[in-house]
Nanobody, 120 residues
Framework: QVQLVESGGGLVKAGGSLRLSCTVS????????AGWYRQAPGEERELVAH???????NYADSVKGRFTISRDNAKNTVSLQMNSLKPEDTAVYYC??????????????WGQGTQVTVSS
């Protein structure tokens, strides 16, 4: 069964850093493009960062200059380095990835989510 396995969430003080990772499990399907989303209580899920197959990236304005998304194709992993964390970054973070399931086909998957809590 294909899964996206997330890790790296936790509790950190404001100004601190965390690194989230998302790895494809149960398959050799490679990541085409991927993104990190987050959802705070009572809020809608929002895109935080996105990385394309060519490595180009884009970020939500609220995290520009603080977060960095990257990919390791050899490990089939996408990571999110979060620096200068703020209490408003507190949310459940979800990995979303489009996997190449065939020569011309892709399929979209979500991770289970990982909690990030930033204390003031």
């Amino acid at each position: 069964q294909v899964q996206l396995v997330e890790s790296g969430g936790g509790l950190v003080k404001a100004g601190g850093s965390l690194r989230l990772s998302c790895t494809v499990s149960g398959s050799t399907f490679s990541i085409n493009r991927a993104g990190w989303y987050r959802q705070a209580p009572g809020e809608e899920r929002e895109l935080v960062a996105h990385i394309r197959s060519d490595g180009s990236t884009n970020y939500a304005d609220s995290v520009k200059g603080r977060f960095t998304i990257s990919r390791d194709n050899a490990k089939n992993t996408v990571s999110l380095q979060m620096n200068s964390l703020k209490p408003e970054d507190t949310a459940v973070y979800y990995c979303n990835a489009e996997l190449r399931v065939s020569f011309s086909g892709t399929r979209n998957y979500w991770g289970q989510g990982t909690q990030v809590t930033v204390s003031s």
